[in-house]
């Protein structure tokens, strides 16, 4: 028994890297039907804008963190505000914005290895926060709890700001039907900058956590985020409840299943489910039928 | 305006490429020059050398050692007057050790004529092979531990024991000495390597009348291990064998300890890195190596070029495979055998002992190399001797 808590723990801790980047995925792609790969590269860069700050700069914790999301956020609305504005004011379709958005996460990805070297860059003022706790008998860090925490928080905001508040119903608005939110005076551009920035926020998250887990490193975001995309299919393109759900799942999956599935198959387990899914229900779990 | 779209099309697809190939199939040289033309290496005035190393990703602190090795032998060969009174070159491809950048860094070293490739990695020695065969092109690894390499083809030798060497050498000390620790768990990293390990000590282990209670897998580049750890924790095994390299192995001893695992963590020469050695957690580790005696003059030229004497048998391996190469290509040229590739293969046959930086090598048939193993035990930060054999 305690080895399913300990693996049900270690799963809570995955599924939120999991929801992080997924939601911040949906908020995205759900408005502007953009498939932004480059949350991989957002999601690499605010390990090391982290990194930046608290080591080099020398900033505490609490007041880097608090920087680099923003940081993030500014990130991503610039990703979009150039190269993807660029391109879509060309006429450029969306399939010309994912190749632009595949180049520049190789970009990315290269660019910090360029810069960085391609070693991890370990935390040394971070010791203190790879302490372990004891959560009834199941090891955890205290980044893995602390990441946890500023997840729930973080969906907990994202849940009410697109639900209860005016700038989150436009957006539901624009991702619904955008020429009449157009037509009502909602400017896409403006909401779409917000999305770039609340999405590249959220990935910013799990970034942090890698980061000083194990060292920021670059090229470990597409993995994770293209299983956050299946995520979010499989919960429904604009369904966030379903993108968490569809993500509990995966991050539960990877760890519960180790106990009956050699790990080298878990990946294509998931994929198969999926592939399963999608053929009995295209729209997702909770997508409505277009 | 339709012009631009076209471009950005061009552009993003070139990108889109880039990423498919690897895209970091970078390559530098060093030495004296390159020759420039990039035709034929060796009717130039200088002769140069290829080396397939994993300059980036999860591999790049060996690829940084290998490196070391051969940019001093080289900067002695020159200084000494060259190979058959030609400077010597190398032009470094990063593998990044995977097999596929690799394949298609030799295929550009084939292009311009390299005779001779430097290798490390199991899989990625294995994926060159063909391609080498079919140029004629000698290759030497010093890294790749895989038991496949052993006969795998007449252009490969190994300045590095392979694998199964150092685990029999590993299980024997641990049944004579340790008999206490009576069964083990084992994490591999799923590529030949790793399964070589694995294989060959659930074969030696169960031999010595030990029992192995499982095993997990995990990919290179790994860096989550907590599932797989929690599942071995909890069949309590006395020892934890950790068949990875590089910062897997580092990361998956880190999460051990952070998960409360006491087994003892036993593990062959992929230990031995700074990462390990000096990390609190890598303390007690029980792990075999190469027997590294280097000669005084030799650490003493180490010294002088990188600024410190904490260097590993790998520096030496890469070293050794330069200098042979040397010997090689000169015997070769003397004896009429030729220059390319198969004759440095031939000349290396036919010489079969050479002198290196750590007493003497001699090569089997099958192209592998025997040498003495340690095993050692990581204490203040270092490896402390406990047994040769």
Same mark, same amino acid.
């Given at each position: 028994?305690?080895?399913?808590?300990?693996?049900?723990?270690?799963?809570?801790?995955?599924?939120?890297?999991?929801?992080?980047?997924?939601?911040?995925?949906?908020?995205?792609?759900?408005?502007?039907?953009?498939?932004?790969?480059?949350?991989?590269?957002?999601?690499?860069?605010?390990?090391?804008?982290?990194?930046?700050?608290?080591?080099?700069?020398?900033?505490?914790?609490?007041?880097?963190?608090?920087?680099?999301?923003?940081?993030?956020?500014?990130?991503?609305?610039?990703?979009?505000?150039?190269?993807?504005?660029?391109?879509?004011?060309?006429?450029?379709?969306?399939?010309?914005?994912?190749?632009?958005?595949?180049?520049?996460?190789?970009?990315?990805?290269?660019?910090?290895?360029? =810069?960085?070297?391609?070693? *991890?860059?370990?935390? @040394?003022?971070?010791?203190? !926060?790879?302490?372990?706790? /004891? +959560?009834?008998?199941?090891?955890?860090?205290?980044?893995?709890?602390?990441?946890?925490?500023?997840?729930?928080?973080?969906?907990?905001?994202?849940?009410?700001?697109?639900?209860?508040?005016?700038?989150?119903?436009?957006?539901?608005?624009?991702?619904?039907?955008?020429?009449?939110?157009?037509?009502?005076?909602?400017?896409?551009?403006?909401?779409?900058?917000?999305?770039?920035?609340?999405?590249?926020?959220?990935?910013?998250?799990?970034?942090?956590?890698?980061?000083?887990?194990?060292?920021?490193?670059?090229?470990?975001?597409?993995?994770?985020?293209?299983?956050?995309?299946?995520?979010?299919?499989?919960?429904?393109?604009?369904?966030?409840?379903?993108?968490?759900?569809?993500?509990?799942?995966?991050?539960?999956?990877?760890?519960?299943? =180790?106990?009956?599935?050699? *790990?080298?198959?878990? @990946?294509?387990?998931?994929? !198969?489910?999926?592939?399963? /899914? +999608?053929?009995?229900?295209?729209?997702?779990?909770?997508?409505?039928?277009? | 305006?339709?012009?631009?779209?076209?471009?950005?099309?061009?552009?993003?697809?070139?990108?889109?490429?880039?990423?498919?190939?690897?895209?970091?199939?970078?390559?530098?040289?060093?030495?004296?020059?390159?020759?420039?033309?990039?035709?034929?290496?060796?009717?130039?005035?200088?002769?140069?050398?290829?080396?397939?190393?994993?300059?980036?990703?999860?591999?790049?602190?060996?690829?940084?050692?290998?490196?070391?090795?051969?940019?001093?032998?080289?900067?002695?060969?020159?200084?000494?007057?060259?190979?058959?009174?030609?400077?010597?070159?190398?032009?470094?491809?990063?593998?990044?050790?995977?097999?596929?950048?690799?394949?298609?860094?030799?295929?550009?070293?084939?292009?311009?004529?390299?005779?001779?490739?430097?290798?490390?990695?199991?899989?990625?020695?294995?994926?060159?092979?063909?391609?080498?065969?079919?140029?004629?092109?000698?290759?030497?690894?010093?890294?790749?531990?895989?038991?496949?390499?052993?006969?795998?083809?007449?252009?490969?030798?190994?300045?590095?024991?392979?694998?199964?060497?150092?685990?029999?050498?590993?299980?024997?000390?641990?049944?004579?000495?340790?008999?206490?620790?009576?069964?083990?768990?084992?994490?591999?990293?799923?590529?030949?390597?790793?399964?070589?390990?694995?294989?060959?000590?659930?074969?030696?282990?169960?031999?010595?009348?030990?029992?192995?209670?499982?095993?997990?897998?995990?990919?290179?580049?790994?860096?989550?291990?907590?599932?797989?750890?929690?599942?071995?924790?909890?069949?309590?095994?006395?020892?934890?064998?950790?068949?990875?390299?590089?910062?897997?192995?580092?990361?998956?001893?880190?999460?051990?300890?952070?998960?409360?695992?006491?087994?003892?963590?036993?593990?062959?020469?992929?230990?031995?890195?700074?990462?390990?050695?000096?990390?609190?957690?890598?303390?007690?580790?029980?792990?075999?190596?190469?027997?590294?005696?280097?000669?005084?003059?030799?650490?003493?030229?180490?010294?002088?070029?990188?600024?410190?004497?904490?260097?590993?048998?790998?520096?030496?391996?890469?070293?050794?495979?330069?200098?042979?190469?040397?010997?090689?290509?000169?015997?070769?040229?003397?004896?009429?055998?030729?220059?390319?590739?198969?004759?440095?293969?031939?000349?290396?046959?036919?010489?079969?002992?050479?002198?290196?930086?750590?007493?003497?090598?001699?090569?089997?048939?099958?192209?592998?190399?025997?040498?003495?193993?340690?095993?050692?035990?990581?204490?203040?930060?270092?490896?402390?001797?406990?047994?040769?054999?």
């Amino acid at each position: 028994m305690e080895i399913l808590w300990q693996l049900f723990i270690q799963g809570v801790v995955l599924s939120m890297v999991y929801l992080l980047i997924a939601s911040g995925f949906s908020v995205i792609y759900g408005t502007t039907g953009h498939f932004h790969i480059s949350h991989a590269g957002v999601f690499t860069l605010a390990g090391y804008v982290l990194y930046l700050l608290m080591e080099s700069m020398g900033l505490p914790i609490w007041i880097s963190l608090i920087l680099a999301i923003v940081i993030s956020a500014i990130l991503g609305a610039l990703i979009y505000l150039t190269l993807y504005r660029a391109v879509l004011s060309r006429n450029g379709t969306h399939l010309v914005l994912f190749i632009a958005s595949l180049g520049l996460l190789t970009v990315i990805d290269n660019g910090i290895v360029a =810069i960085f070297s391609p070693d *991890p860059q370990t935390f @040394t003022t971070s010791v203190e !926060f790879n302490k372990v706790l /004891m +959560i009834l008998g199941a090891p955890v860090t205290v980044i893995q709890l602390g990441m946890i925490i500023i997840g729930i928080v973080a969906l907990l905001l994202l849940y009410v700001f697109m639900n209860r508040t005016k700038a989150g119903r436009m957006i539901k608005a624009a991702s619904v039907n955008p020429d009449l939110s157009q037509i009502v005076g909602i400017s896409l551009k403006k909401i779409h900058v917000i999305c770039y920035a609340i999405g590249s926020a959220l990935v910013a998250i799990p970034g942090f956590y890698f980061a000083l887990d194990t060292g920021a490193n670059s090229g470990k975001g597409v993995e994770l985020v293209i299983l956050a995309v299946m995520a979010v299919i499989m919960g429904g393109i604009r369904s966030l409840v379903g993108a968490w759900i569809a993500s509990l799942f995966i991050g539960m999956f990877y760890n519960m299943s =180790i106990l009956w599935i050699p *790990p080298h198959w878990q @990946t294509s387990i998931i994929f !198969f489910l999926f592939l399963i /899914m +999608i053929m009995v229900r295209p729209t997702g779990l909770f997508g409505q039928r277009a | 305006m339709k012009f631009n779209k076209v471009r950005l099309l061009m552009f993003s697809f070139i990108l889109f490429l880039g990423i498919l190939s690897g895209c970091s199939s970078s390559s530098s040289s060093t030495g004296d020059n390159e020759g420039s033309d990039g035709s034929n290496s060796t009717n130039g005035d200088t002769i140069a050398i290829g080396a397939i190393f994993p300059l980036t990703g999860a591999g790049a602190t060996y690829g940084e050692m290998y490196k070391q090795g051969v940019d001093l032998a080289i900067e002695e060969i020159n200084a000494a007057g060259g190979v058959n009174g030609k400077p010597l070159s190398v032009i470094y491809e990063d593998g990044r050790a995977e097999p596929k950048t690799s394949v298609q860094a030799i295929q550009t070293l084939a292009a311009k004529d390299i005779p001779f490739v430097l290798s490390a990695y199991t899989g990625v020695t294995l994926g060159i092979l063909p391609t080498a065969e079919r140029n004629k092109i000698t290759v030497i690894n010093g890294g790749g531990q895989g038991d496949e390499l052993a006969g795998a083809s007449p252009f490969l030798f190994n300045t590095i024991p392979l694998l199964g060497l150092e685990v029999e050498v590993l299980v024997k000390y641990l049944t004579e000495e340790k008999p206490e620790l009576k069964n083990a768990y084992v994490i591999h990293v799923d590529d030949d390597s790793g399964r070589s390990g694995l294989n060959k000590f659930t074969e030696e282990f169960a031999k010595n009348g030990g029992e192995i209670l499982g095993s997990g897998s995990h990919k290179f580049g790994e860096t989550n291990f907590r599932a797989i750890l929690t599942k071995a924790k909890a069949s309590n095994p006395d020892l934890l064998y950790i068949a990875s390299h590089g910062q897997d192995a580092k990361l998956v001893i880190d999460q051990a300890k952070e998960l409360g695992i006491q087994s003892q963590i036993v593990n062959t020469s992929w230990t031995v890195i700074p990462e390990i050695v000096t990390n609190p957690n890598g303390q007690g580790i029980i792990h075999t190596s190469i027997a590294f005696n280097p000669a005084e003059e030799w650490l003493a030229k180490y010294k002088e070029k990188y600024g410190t004497d904490q260097v590993s048998s790998y520096v030496s391996n890469y070293y050794d495979a330069v200098k042979i190469f040397a010997q090689a290509y000169e015997y070769a040229i003397e004896n009429g055998l030729g220059e390319d590739g198969e004759a440095i293969a031939n000349a290396i046959k036919e010489i079969k002992e050479f002198e290196s930086a750590n007493g003497i090598i001699t090569f089997n048939d099958d192209g592998t190399s025997i040498r003495q193993i340690d095993v050692s035990e990581i204490v203040d930060n270092q490896s402390n001797l406990i047994k040769s054999y």
